[in-house]
């Protein structure tokens, strides 16, 4: 069988030349965060689905007042808080995972990545910051 | 579990006897499962972010949010939407199927008759959704205000 180039091999098993120590547990911590959030995701996301595009005239009814009723709310603020940041947070590390599975340059995993992080930082930051300052008498 | 389940390490020993023993992930069902898992997850992320984009305009002016909000409300933006549905139901069900392959016991020997439930399920429910939406599409686009 021909060798292939280093990114697509792996070390066997029980390599010597496997340094025992050089793991941290974050990939571990992320594949855990992702069945985690993955469960709490299900509920909040598929339950605002059912009601942005189903219930009360679905997606025809959204506009600025119908946004303000809601986040008159705690609880639709903290609904809409926690869907944010799992589901940025989430997306995220999947996507970290598939850019870095399929980048075969550093150089290219590297910039993706820092795009991917550049992103996510945007629009969950963005989002909490609209969360918190929102002003239902802006108009 | 995403990134090595499809791993090619295992293949070459198995090339005797292909899907005798029904254990055979790569290139079977249960790979496709997991290209599809991928294949939503980032067209839901890509979607996520113009999401919390468009929602920030409530920020800027009602007038702002309004408008970009209405072009959601467009027949072709409705198709769009069933799309992310269908596409977020896939997810959901099968993150599901591979959580329960992860930590039940029994979950690798049932992977593929629980694709088949997931695959039943988003049926049963996209198919009443699609109607739903589509009818709401039509009957705002000819009666609607």
């Known amino acids: ?139 | 579990m995403a990134s090595t389940t499809a791993s090619a390490a295992e293949a070459p020993q198995r090339e005797g006897n292909p899907r005798a023993k029904g254990s055979l992930y790569r290139g079977d069902l249960g790979m496709w499962s997991w290209v599809a898992h991928r294949i939503t997850g980032v067209l839901t992320f890509f979607f996520l972010f113009v999401h919390v984009l468009d929602t920030a305009l409530v920020r800027v002016s009602p007038e702002a949010y309004d408008t970009v909000i209405e072009t959601y409300k467009s027949p072709i933006m409705i198709l769009f939407e069933l799309g992310l549905l269908a596409a977020v139901l896939f997810h959901a069900f099968n993150g599901i199927r591979v959580m329960l392959v992860d930590f039940w016991a029994n979950g690798p020997k049932y992977q593929k008759p629980m694709l088949w439930t997931v695959l039943v399920l988003w049926l049963v429910l996209i198919v009443p959704a699609a109607i739903s939406m589509l009818t709401r599409a039509v009957t705002e686009l000819f009666g609607g205000h």
């Open chain 1, 1 to 139: 069988m021909t060798t292939i180039d280093a990114p697509l091999s792996v070390d066997k098993p029980r390599s010597p030349h496997r340094p025992a120590a050089r793991r941290s547990n974050f990939e571990l911590y992320s594949w855990l965060f992702m069945r985690l959030s993955g469960v709490l995701l299900l509920f909040l996301v598929l339950g605002h689905m059912l009601i942005m595009l189903f219930l009360d005239g679905g997606v025809h009814r959204i506009n600025f007042a119908f946004v303000a009723g809601r986040w008159a709310s705690p609880f639709w603020q903290f609904w809409d808080l926690t869907m944010l940041w799992l589901a940025g947070l989430h997306g995220g590390n999947g996507l970290r995972t598939v850019i870095n599975d399929y980048s075969r340059k550093d150089a290219t995993r590297f910039w993706l990545k820092m795009l991917l992080y550049v992103s996510v930082l945007l629009t969950v930051g963005l989002g909490t910051f609209v969360l918190f300052t929102f002003d239902p008498n802006i108009g």
